[in-house]
């Protein structure tokens, strides 16, 4: 599988998610992830499924250094000693030696970025975690993080999908040379009902839900992490990958809504300060 290189780490475009598989729920989801060939798993401390997820990649007996795991701190844990103890929690779940992207999960509106950031890339320079990046960073969010604290930034993950614009987003990393990756990829299934997508489906002998990741595995610098339970659909989301979209079906695609935006709890950043 084609990868994107960043901050020293060699990251699988596509990579299979485990959000709300909590639990056991989730070891038989990545085994058969495995399996199929999948070698990029999204976990994080919130999902609780992080032991489940460890079972499944020490079972699998694949070479550690083929695996890339991605696991997240949650929001009310970013104080330097509990970020800490977060993810000596998360290796120790995971039954790892080291995490290979470490993320921020959700920015806090009383965090210390610059104390948090500080911390994380500590974990780094310990060799602890290979990478480390943030999630759900508005715009000038991360641009304080990159360019007035100087945090190695190698990954920052946001919701995005082909209902939804990141372009001021996607212009800044990309300016940067900083991956983005795209959670909720196929807009919590709404993808799979578009008909716009349907379409352009039929004419690639594919369904709606390739399609939006075949999208977004068309633009640079981006990684996708879609969520599967069944093997089937595990199966389906590798095959996206030899989908190839022409100008007609790019353009059909840009024509959609992009201001649908799914995943906004009430301790989500001002998403609008991104344009400003």
């Not at 299979?16 to 994080?44: K, N, W, Y």
């Not at 330097?80 to 998360?90: G, H, I, K, W």
């Not at 981006?222 to 989301?237: D, E, W």
Request: hydrophobic share 45%; charged share 20%.
């Amino acid at each position: 599988m084609e990868t994107i290189e960043t901050h020293g780490v060699a990251i699988p475009r596509l990579g299979l998610g485990t959000f709300r598989m909590p639990g056991d729920a989730a070891r038989p989801v990545v085994e058969s992830g495995l399996e199929l060939g999948f070698r990029h798993i999204d976990t994080a401390a919130m999902y609780d499924n992080e032991a489940a997820v460890g079972a499944a990649l020490a079972a699998s007996g694949i070479n550690r250094a083929d695996l890339f795991v991605t696991t997240k701190v949650w929001y009310d844990k970013l104080s330097p000693d509990a970020l800490r103890r977060s993810f000596d929690t998360s290796l120790g779940k995971l039954h790892l030696d080291h995490i290979d992207l470490f993320l921020v999960h959700w920015p806090s509106a009383n965090m210390n970025m610059s104390a948090t950031l500080d911390a994380i890339t500590k974990l780094k320079e310990e060799g602890l975690a290979r990478a480390i990046g943030v999630c759900n960073f508005n715009l000038p969010m991360i641009r304080h993080a990159i360019e007035e604290i100087g945090a190695p930034i190698a990954v920052h993950q946001v919701e995005y999908h082909p209902f939804l614009s990141q372009t001021p987003m996607l212009d800044y990393l990309r300016r940067k040379g900083i991956p983005m990756t795209a959670y909720a990829p196929l807009a919590q299934g709404r993808a799979a009902k578009d008909s716009v997508l349907a379409r352009i489906g039929v004419k690639h002998s594919a369904t709606a839900a390739q399609i939006a990741i075949a999208w977004l595995l068309d633009q640079e610098n981006l990684i996708a992490i879609p969520k599967a339970a069944r093997p089937f659909s595990q199966r389906a989301n590798l095959d996206a990958l030899n989908i190839h979209l022409d100008e007609e079906d790019r353009a059909a695609i840009a024509a959609l809504p992009k201001d649908l935006r799914y995943v906004d709890p009430p301790f989500a950043p001002d998403w609008e300060a991104a344009t400003i």
